[in-house]
């Protein structure tokens, strides 16, 4: 068993910046790969981005490429997400994922192949 536990979230104006982070305990956390969702109110769950095992690979979505940076210190066991020029849309609760697997991450950008999530945590843009 995995428990992921998010934190960082909170408002903020547009254009700023937040830095959300994921810790994990339970299981070598070196041999899963992380991802982050975001959730609006009132609509599905979406991929922001998600990091390999090793750190070596990375994908974002469409709307926060450029903007967002997934990082992972797995000495830490915390995966973290740097979100800059924040918009109103990105308004919404983040979660945090993961699956254990040291294949391609290219094709995880949904939420069915992770076996882990966290409670979340909300972020506010003000415009």
């Known amino acids: 068993q995995v428990r992921l536990v998010e934190s960082g979230g909170g408002l903020v104006q547009a254009g700023g910046s937040l830095r959300l982070s994921c810790a994990a305990s339970?299981?070598?956390?070196?041999?899963?790969?992380m991802a982050w969702f975001h959730q609006a109110p009132g609509k599905e769950r979406e991929f922001v981005a998600v990091i390999s095992w090793s750190g070596g690979s990375t994908y974002y979505g469409d709307s926060v490429k450029g903007r967002f940076s997934i990082s992972r210190d797995n000495a830490k066991n915390t995966v973290y997400l740097q979100m800059n020029n924040l918009k109103p849309e990105d308004t919404a609760v983040y979660y945090c994922?993961?699956?254990?697997?040291?294949?391609?991450?290219?094709?995880?950008?949904?939420?069915?192949?992770?076996?882990?999530w966290g409670q979340g945590t909300p972020v506010t843009v003000s415009s």
């Open positions: 339970g299981r070598t956390f070196s041999r899963y790969a």
């Open positions: 994922a993961a699956v254990e697997t040291s294949g391609s991450i290219a094709t995880m950008k949904t939420t069915t192949p992770y076996d882990y």
